[in-house]
Structure formats: structure tokens, C-alpha cells
């Protein structure tokens, strides 16, 4: 009975349009009132306590070194330098999309800051040159959900807060299946381009190509340096944050000069916007955990799941599909910090992998980015790149279809996640 009250409240406050993290309130409210013990002061505790944690850190530090990536001119000549390489094969500009998008979800993590500098700044190139801009415009939204899934990724710390599951591990164990999502777009694309007569950009000279390599330089080691470091032990995934927002403050107001000091204090304001929205979302829905955990909810779920617990392939695509449904109103944070704390106790008692389901959820929950109705990174593409929401939504299928192929491979053979997982580890 506790289950339908927590759903019902949950359901009806997003339905009456009551803003996620103020909804999860309301469920903890009604819970501890169903149940007899509310009491505001463990309310007010609880979220304190559960966003006083040091691992947490690494949020807006990892916003604020996007942000600064962006101003800072790292973005734009990442995306020269995949021009210099690849732009001169057929299709080649969606290729580069797609290179860049690897690249700069290896620096920031957050897959709308990514779509936004990618649409902005490959969009007008594609439109020029003759590409169906509607089909570019979704392959951009398409990368840019690959950045939760390559480290450092902020989906990933959150899911390990709220799940307790090793975020180091996460990190190590979502390199190969973003290259896997990345190949995969690549693939989608060739194929769906391939009927458009369009001329590549010309072939780069080597010397060109040592240019812009050159000029791309401080941007492409800055993920050798975050990645190495937490592979190596050398500082945790919250310091390598630090690293990473001082690193992109260094190299844009120093080495590429395209970071003004007039240009800071925009940049740290969207930075701390964006991450009092997140945090205050991970404080509420750590009360709702609690609460979760005090009620028995996952006993209760664990008896419903009883049939498919037994198989473990067969339970994850049960969960992947619940994930995908949840996906199409809920934006990811909600998901992972709804969703995770209820279905991690189901997972270890089926003896999956913990590493393994937060890779795997993490990935759902990054594909739900680019579902109707919500779909966070298709609105953006469709703003920054004035394309209409409805033919961006038609642009990103054959894009989205590719990526559920990838995610239902993995779930399949959960060996390609695992065994790559075990030589970084």
C-alpha cells in the first residue's frame, strides 16, 4: 500500500505541474504522515545531510568547467580539429559532430551544454554546405547524450550517491559503451546521408592538420589528464572536478585568450544556477530515499520482480524498459535519484553487478534525454539551432533507434561492459 501512496503523490504532483524536487518533498510529507511520524525536522535534516556530502563537490565544479570550456574557446577548436581529420569523407561533417561530441563529453559531462555548443557551432556549417539540417539537428541532440555516459560524467556521480556505488568504477566502466553509442551514430549516419549528393569539405594538407592538432592541443590532454589521474589513484573523482574547472580557466584566459575577466562572472553565475538546481533536486530526493528505505518499498518491489529475478538478462530488460517509459516525462537527475534507491536492492539480490546496472541505467536514462515529450537536449537543439521541435524530433530516430540497439546489445552481452571494466580497473 506504502508503494501506491509514494506513486500516486509522486504521479499526481508532476501531473498538476509542481516542480520535481518540491514534488519528492510532498511524497516524503504524505508517506511519513500515512505511516504516523512526520516530523518536518527530519525533513529539513535529511536534506542537509544527504547534500553535505564531499562526493557531491564534484558537480558544480564539473558545470562550472563546461561552462568555462565554452567560453574559454575549447569547444570550437575541438570541433577544427575533428574538421582537420575526418571532414574531408563523405558525410564527413556528421562524423565530426560526432568525434567532437566524444571529446567534449570526455571534459564536461552534461549532455545539454554539450548539444548546445555542438548545434552552435556545427549547425550553420551543415546548413551552408547542404545537409538536411532536421537530420543534423537530431544527430547533434543524439551526441550530445553521450557526454553522461563518458566520463567524468555528473549522471554517474549522482547515481552513485544515491545508489552508493563506486563512482571511480562508473567512471572506468562507461568509456567502452559511449565509444560503442559513438560508432553507432557514426554507423546511422553513413547510412542515412548516403543518399544526399553532397560535396565533402576539402581534403586538409598535413600541415593543416598539424594546426590545428597544435591549436587543439591544452583542450585534447585535459581528458588524458582528469581520466589518468582517477585511473591512477592520484586524486578522487571530485578533485579531478577542480582540476578540471581550473584547468579550462587557465587555458582560456591564458593560452587561447578568449576568456575575458568581463566574461566570468556570466559564466560562474550559470554554473551556480545550474548546479542550486541540481543539488537542492538531490537533497530532496535523498529524503524520499530514506524514507523509501524506512517504508520497505524495495521488499515490496523485489516480490513484485520475484518472477524475473531469477534471470538476470531477463530483469534488466524489464528494468531498461521501465527506465525508457519513465524517461519520456522525467528528465534524468529524477530518474536516477527516483528510480535508483528502489531497484538497487532488486539488482543485488539478482547478483548483477552494481557497476554494471548504474552503466546501463545511467545509458537509459541518457536516451530518455532525447524522447518526446520532455526530451531536455532536443529543446535545446531545437532553440540553438532554430529548427522546429517536431522535425528535430524526426530527425533524431534513426539516431535513437541506433542507440537503443547499442543499449539492448549491452544488456545482452553484459560482457562488453564488464570485460573492459575489469583491464581499467
Not at 171 to 194: D, E, N
Not at 242 to 265: D, N, Q, T, W
Not at 270 to 277: L, R
Not at 287 to 292: G, Y
Amino acid at each position: 500500500m506504502i508503494l501506491g501512496v509514494f506513486l500516486g503523490t509522486l504521479f499526481l504532483g508532476l501531473a498538476i505541474g509542481v516542480p520535481v524536487s518540491f514534488a519528492l518533498i510532498l511524497c516524503a510529507v504524505v508517506m511519513m504522515v500515512w505511516t504516523g511520524q512526520f516530523n518536518a525536522q527530519i525533513i529539513s535534516q535529511q536534506m542537509v545531510t544527504g547534500a553535505n556530502t564531499f562526493t557531491l563537490l564534484a558537480i558544480p565544479f564539473f558545470l562550472l568547467a563546461g561552462e568555462l570550456m565554452n567560453a574559454g574557446g575549447l569547444s570550437k577548436r575541438i570541433v577544427e580539429f575533428a574538421v582537420a581529420c575526418v571532414g574531408h569523407i563523405r558525410g564527413g561533417l556528421g562524423i565530426v559532430a560526432v568525434l567532437a561530441a566524444v571529446v567534449m563529453a570526455s571534459l564536461s559531462g552534461s549532455a545539454a551544454a554539450d548539444s548546445a555548443a555542438l548545434a552552435a557551432i556545427l549547425i550553420p556549417m551543415m546548413r551552408q554546405a547542404g545537409y538536411n539540417v532536421p537530420r543534423s539537428a537530431g544527430l547533434m541532440a543524439a551526441g550530445g547524450v553521450i557526454a553522461p555516459v563518458i566520463p567524468p560524467s555528473i549522471a554517474f556521480i549522482i547515481f552513485g550517491v544515491a545508489a552508493n556505488v563506486s563512482i571511480t568504477g562508473l567512471f572506468m566502466g562507461g568509456i567502452f559503451p559511449g565509444l560503442l553509442m559513438a560508432a553507432s551514430l557514426i554507423a546511422a549516419w553513413i547510412i542515412v546521408s548516403r543518399r544526399e549528393n553532397i560535396a565533402p569539405l576539402p581534403r586538409r594538407s598535413g600541415y593543416e592538420r598539424l594546426v590545428a592538432t597544435a591549436r587543439a592541443g591544452w583542450a585534447l590532454v585535459m581528458p588524458v589528464i582528469i581520466l589518468g589521474g582517477i585511473r591512477f589513484g592520484v586524486f578522487t573523482p571530485t578533485e579531478a572536478a577542480v582540476i578540471a574547472a581550473v584547468y579550462a580557466l587557465f587555458v582560456g584566459m591564458f593560452i587561447y585568450r578568449e576568456l575575458k575577466p568581463s566574461h566570468l562572472y556570466g559564466v560562474f553565475l550559470n554554473a551556480a544556477k545550474t548546479t542550486s538546481v541540481v543539488l537542492f533536486l538531490v537533497a530532496a530526493a535523498l529524503v524520499t530515499s530514506w524514507l523509501i528505505t524506512r517504508a520497505n518499498i524495495p521488499a515490496e518491489i523485489t516480490r513484485l520482480l520475484a518472477p524475473v529475478i531469477e534471470h538476470p538478462k531477463l530483469l534488466m530488460l524489464v528494468i531498461v524498459l521501465l527506465v525508457l517509459c519513465v524517461g519520456t516525462v522525467l528528465d534524468l537527475a529524477p530518474t536516477i535519484l527516483i528510480l535508483s534507491p528502489v531497484l538497487m536492492p532488486v539488482v543485488t539480490v539478482a547478483g548483477i553487478d552494481p557497476v554494471y546496472f548504474g552503466i546501463i541505467f545511467v545509458m537509459t536514462t541518457c536516451i530518455g534525454l532525447m524522447t518526446p515529450p520532455v526530451g531536455v537536449v532536443l529543446n535545446v537543439v531545437s532553440g540553438v539551432a532554430r529548427v522546429p521541435l517536431g522535425q528535430v524530433i524526426w530527425g533524431v530516430t534513426p539516431f535513437l533507434v541506433a542507440q537503443v540497439g547499442v543499449l539492448m546489445l549491452l544488456v545482452a552481452l553484459p560482457e562488453l561492459v564488464l570485460v573492459p571494466l575489469s583491464w581499467l580497473r
